[in-house]
């Protein structure tokens, strides 16, 4: 049982003194004290307590070792992200950290796409990847980078690496911007998202390059979301890609997703 190491970690993690958490739980210094050096037994009402202090699961507090969490995986749970909280529907990233116990940026090059449509939830493959950092992106947030091939998402050149920060909640994906999808037929894709979610059970994916039909995508088929932060590539865009009549579909499609997001914004 981890609850004695997990309070103590949890009170340092928010720089709060043994006073300080006594009595916002209504008892004493030393029996806190008691608690963390793990020679008193927690009734189920000091469990409730210092569960809803925390914002994290009795059973979490029992069974997990906290202190070997990283930062993003931490702050999951304080944002309501909890297994036992919130039950099977919680998207559990498998994920790793560096020596520093600090996230991890995954590479998943093109080779390596196939396996990752069945590998992703699995600690063993993840840990296999490529890692880097990215010290200017958030030490709070998980992200992944992704090689994307063809000619769908024009003017990004064939090969680029796209780096995503991982999403839980999927409502909160917002139309009109880029995300990287994990699929169940079609793997990793690079869309623009039209979210319909609440209204259809779908997100609409738009490729940049206008020859390619938009096309839904039913929540059950869908395994994971990154919404786009950055990509890497050694080319430039080719903005005069093609004749003036693609040049002018392709305007005409960013047309119509700012319309798009018009809408949705107007309704709130």
């Known amino acids: 049982m981890h609850f004695s190491a997990n309070i103590k970690h949890l009170r340092k993690r928010r720089k709060r003194t043994q006073e300080d958490v006594a009595f916002a739980l209504g008892m004493k210094r030393s029996t806190l004290n008691n608690y963390e050096n793990g020679q008193t037994i927690p009734n189920a009402s000091v469990l409730l307590a210092v569960s809803d202090y925390y914002w994290i699961a009795i059973d979490t507090l029992l069974r997990v070792d906290l202190s070997g969490l990283s930062e993003y995986q931490l702050s999951e749970l304080e944002r309501g992200n909890d297994v036992y909280i919130r039950g099977s529907s919680l998207r559990v990233l498998a994920t790793t950290v560096s020596s520093n116990n600090e996230e991890n940026i995954e ?11 069945t590998g992703y939830a699995d600690p063993e493959y993840i840990r296999e990847l490529p890692v880097f950092q990215l010290p200017f992106l958030s030490g709070n947030r998980k992200y992944r980078t992704f090689q994307i091939s063809g000619d769908s998402m024009l003017p990004l050149p064939d090969g680029s690496w796209v780096t995503g920060e991982f999403i839980a909640d999927w409502h909160g994906i917002i139309s009109g911007r880029p995300y990287i999808v994990l699929t169940l037929n079609d793997g990793v894709v690079f869309k623009i998202a039209d979210n319909l979610i609440r209204s259809e059970g779908t997100l609409r994916l738009y490729s940049l390059n206008p020859f390619y039909e938009p096309y839904d995508l039913q929540v059950g088929e869908i395994r994971e979301v990154w919404r786009f932060i950055n990509f890497i590539s050694t080319e430039l865009p080719d903005t005069e890609n093609g004749d003036e009549a693609t040049r002018r579909m392709m305007a005409e499609l960013r047309n119509e997703l700012k319309l798009i997001r018009h809408k ?4 709130g």
């Open 107 to 117: 590479l998943v090059n093109e080779k390596a796409r196939a396996g990752y449509a």
């Open 264 to 267: 949705l914004d107007k309704q």
